[in-house]
Nanobody, 111 residues
């Protein structure tokens, strides 16, 4: 059984930065592709970033150049560093591995 536990969300001013963390437990981790999604109020859940077992990354166009996805396999951790955050990026951010989801972490971008 896989568990994903996120941390690091909160309130930040426009243009600010936050780093989300996702701790993975319960199964062999290093071969898995890990994803980050976000869901704004009243909107669908969209993929934001992906990192494969080979450390290849993909980003949604809206976050390219501002978000950085990373992982530490030995520690079973995944990170999403978010820079230059915008108010429209206020959402619940989720860590995902296959059909497993974290509990979600609120990120609010507001002055």
């Amino acid at each position: 059984q896989v568990q994903l536990v996120e941390s690091g969300g909160g309130l930040v001013q426009p243009g600010g930065s936050l780093t989300l963390s996702c701790a993975v437990s319960g199964r062999f981790f290093s071969i898995d592709t890990m994803n980050w999604y976000r869901q704004a109020p009243g909107k669908q859940r969209d993929m934001v970033a992906t990192i494969t077992d080979k450390y290849d990354t993909w980003y949604a166009d809206s976050v390219k150049g501002r978000f950085t996805n990373s992982r530490k396999n030995a520690e079973k951790m995944v990170y999403l560093k978010m820079n230059d955050l915008k108010p429209e990026e206020t959402a619940v951010y989720y860590c995902n591995q296959c059909h497993n989801w974290g509990q979600g972490n609120q990120v609010t971008v507001s002055s």
